[in-house]
């Protein structure tokens, strides 16, 4: 730019009006060689239009604007080249900067890198062999409990200090029997509706693949209704989870041992812990972080009823002592649907409802004198609630029983084992009379024995 201004400004300087003849161009024949000869004849410097002293003047003004815009040319090279200079230390700075970046992120994959394979190596050791160290008791709530803080939706737990007993002759037989491969399942010596007499040792059906089944819950339905789901059906819910919304239907027991789900529901609102059930085509459960219980038609896969279980603790006011929000529990026996729970004015002492199973309305309630929080489970037979002493315990025992026709409870000792030291739900299933049960990753059931009620001292 400065160049083609520094042109116009010469051109404007050195103009001059032209005056006198112009130049001019002759052609002659010379007579003696016979060629042609031309001449070119111009203006002489005494007959230029243009003086010396304009001429003089001229060349002042043109060294002036030479020197100017040499000047200028300087200037600005110079600036381009602070403004090179100043960018590439920009450059060499951010490279650095970013060089230190590459470094740090390179030490902290270094370090989770080093993390997880202490975590695996310690996850193996601990699937190997189960830990469980005393502790005094307590009850972590959500506010407590890292586990729950770090989002990674573990569940609440109380712990307690466990002391090992003798087992009973009927256990330790039966543990005899299960060690030389002699064990044998016997199924209820009477068909009606009786007191609990015992209890099986418990028969594996599966072991969970992932850390989202350490807990769970799963069931047959004693009176189906509708299709495709059957008898045979057997429905799972992994319980592990902040947001637990799939309910698997296997098609038999056999698809469940080999793991193939015949149909994955997704349910519409999230399952708080492991006390649901299923019945006559619908599951029941306990929406996450409220009192509110819900009936969900397997069938139409839509929520069927949905009601708030009065007065209800929830979300760890009044769990098992195992913990893990198990404040209400829904089981079903031969006369139908059931919710045990506790409330405020119960001040923590088991309540039992009978509930609508279309309506999900509670028909009738009782209170007992059992603390819910100083027994690690419970299930309905027969209109009478049992309770199990311990969750840990490889040997324990069925510890208390509610009758509702009579509203009196009394302590039993009937036997019961924990085959997997970590048993957090426990249902009865009136089709089969058989216990089913989720005990530290794997599904177990139980056959039960019961006798009629005058047989019962």
């Known amino acids: 730019m400065w160049v083609q201004l520094a042109v116009g400004l010469c051109c404007l300087l050195l103009g001059c009006q032209v005056q006198g003849r112009a130049a001019s161009l002759r052609r002659a024949n010379d007579d003696a060689t016979g060629r042609c000869q031309y001449t070119f004849t111009v203006d002489s410097p005494a007959e230029s239009s243009c003086s010396q002293a304009e001429e003089e003047g001229v060349r002042t003004r043109l060294a002036l604007l030479e020197a100017l815009v040499s000047r200028l040319l300087g200037e600005q090279g110079g600036a381009v080249g602070e403004a090179g200079l100043r960018r590439t230390a920009e450059e060499e700075e951010e490279v650095s900067q970013l060089q230190q970046d590459k470094e740090r992120l ?23 062999r189960p830990c469980h160290q005393p502790q005094p008791p307590h009850l972590s709530t959500a506010d407590s409990d890292p586990a729950f803080q770090l989002g990674s939706g573990a569940f609440q737990e109380m712990k307690a200090e466990l002391s090992e007993v003798p087992a009973p002759p009927q256990i330790q037989q039966g543990q005899n029997q ?30 969970a693949d992932s850390i989202t089944g350490k807990y769970g819950a799963w069931f047959q339905d004693p009176e189906p209704v509708g299709q495709p789901y059957g008898p045979k059906t057997v429905w799972r819910i992994d319980a592990v989870g902040k947001e637990v919304k799939q ?45 509110t219980l819900i009936r969900y038609d397997v069938n139409t896969e839509s929520v069927a009823a949905r009601v708030d279980l009065p007065h209800a603790g929830f979300h760890g006011q009044h769990p098992y002592s195992w913990g893990g929000y198990t404040d209400i529990d829904l ?35 009782w209170e007992t004198n059992i603390r819910k929080n100083t027994v690690a489970n419970g299930f309905m037979v027969c209109g009478r609630l ?72």
Request: glycine letters at 4%.
């Open 106 to 128: 390179n030490r902290q994959v270094q370090d989770l890198q080093r993390r997880l394979g202490e975590l695996t190596v310690e996850t193996e050791q601990l699937r190997s």
């Open 178 to 207: 299960a060690a030389t491969g002699t064990t044998t399942q016997t199924t209820s010596s009477f068909s009606g509706c009786g007191v609990l007499e015992s209890v099986q040792l418990p028969v594996t059906h599966r072991k």
């Open 386 to 457: 049992y309770t199990v002493a311990s969750y840990s315990l490889p040997n324990t025992t069925v510890n208390y029983m509610f009758d509702t026709d009579t509203n009196q409870s009394r302590a039993i000792s009937i036997p019961f084992s924990n085959r997997y030291h970590y048993n957090s739900m426990i249902d009865y299933n009136p089709g089969n009379k058989k216990l089913y049960a989720w005990d530290n990753y794997h599904m177990v059931t139980y056959d039960i024995q019961l006798a009629e009620s005058d047989s019962i001292p």
């Open 247 to 291: 309910l698997f239907a296997y098609e038999d027991m056999e698809q469940l041992i080999r793991g193939f789900p015949m149909k994955v529901l997704p349910l519409p609102e999230a399952v708080e812990s492991t006390g649901a059930t299923v019945y006559r085509g619908s599951l029941y459960y306990q929406r996450r972080l409220s009192r």
């Open 331 to 365: 089981a079903v026996d031969e006369r139908g649907l059931w919710a045990i729970y506790s409330t405020s004015k119960a001040k923590g002492a088991i309540v039992v409802a009978k509930l609508d199973h279309e309506s999900l309305e509670v028909t009738k309630t």
